[in-house]
């Protein structure tokens, strides 16, 4: 069974940086693909923000500011946030999905595992 915890948000300013974790348990991170997805305040539907896996993607609003890696010795998938926006804020989820070359990586309907997500709220 896989199960990811996040961790790493906070309440920082605009312009700050912050890095998420999400960390495994059962699971190799290397051989999935993993993506970050959010949910900002009011909205139903988590938002595609990254995925890594055979490759990497990004989201157009994060591209050039976020950047998702993996450290493999600590099975931890990491997204450095940088120049961070005030809408930006949002929880956001780790999830993965076994599919390592997915096509379907921002459809958050494919991914099966999902943390329980860390709030990031950033202030102007």
């Known amino acids: 069974q896989l199960q990811l915890v996040e961790s790493g948000g906070g309440l920082v300013q605009a312009g700050d940086s912050l890095r998420l974790s999400c960390a495994s348990s059962?699971?190799?991170?290397?051989?999935?693909?993993v993506g970050w997805f959010r949910q900002a305040p009011g909205k139903k539907e988590r938002e595609f923000v990254a995925?890594?896996?055979?490759?990497?993607y990004y989201s157009d609003s994060v591209k050039g500011r976020f950047t998702i890696s993996i450290e493999n010795a600590k099975n931890t998938v990491y997204l450095q946030m940088n120049s961070l926006k005030p809408e930006d804020t949002a929880v956001y989820y780790c999830?993965?999905?076994?599919?390592?070359?997915?096509?379907?990586?921002?459809?958050?309907?494919?991914?099966?595992?999902w943390g329980q997500g860390t709030q990031v709220t950033v202030s102007s």
């Open positions: 999830a993965a999905q076994t599919q390592y070359y997915s096509r379907n990586f921002n459809e958050e309907g494919e991914y099966p595992y």
């Open positions: 059962g699971r190799t991170l290397s051989t999935l693909n």
């Open positions: 995925a890594r896996g055979g490759f990497i």
